[in-house]
């Protein structure tokens, strides 16, 4: 699917298209800085139902809410060094035990997904608007 969009309201639509096509418990969201992944994630989560506060995990790496349907995690790997740093936090155990994970900057990573089915969602913004994939 794509989807361009030019201000915070067309997220709704974008998410609403998004929610019937997920089928896989991992997310990967790749984005330069300001692309909109936080503001997607924010979104996204209301959508399913969570009415926690939600904010970019950037400094906590790992951030933890609560939906009708499960846990969801959203992680943020842009200052993870190698991927021994993604193993120390403990990845794997919230990938067992999650509805849903999202992961921002997840390329440190995604090798080791190789053989799991994952969605990708990639976010361009081009000044005008933001150009958006998803797979």
């Not at 300001?34 to 009415?51: D, I, P």
């Not at 904010?55 to 790992?62: A, F, G, H, L, M």
Request: with cysteine; net charge negative; glycine share 6%.
């Amino acid at each position: 699917m794509q989807f361009n969009i030019k201000n915070i309201e067309d997220w709704h639509q974008v998410v609403d298209s998004i929610i019937p096509h997920l089928q896989h418990n991992i997310f990967l969201l790749k984005g330069n800085l300001g692309a909109g992944k936080t503001t997607f994630t924010q979104f996204l989560l209301k959508e399913l139902g969570s009415e926690d506060e939600i904010s970019s995990p950037t400094y906590s790496i790992v951030n933890e809410y609560n939906t009708p349907k499960g846990k969801i995690y959203h992680f943020d790997l842009y200052r993870l060094k190698n991927i021994e740093e993604v193993y120390d936090i403990g990845i794997e155990e919230y990938l067992d035990n999650a509805f849903l994970c999202i992961i921002e900057w997840p390329e440190v990573y995604e090798e080791e997904l190789y053989g799991l089915k994952f969605h990708t969602m990639s976010i361009v913004n081009t000044g005008e608007q933001r150009e958006i994939t998803f797979d």
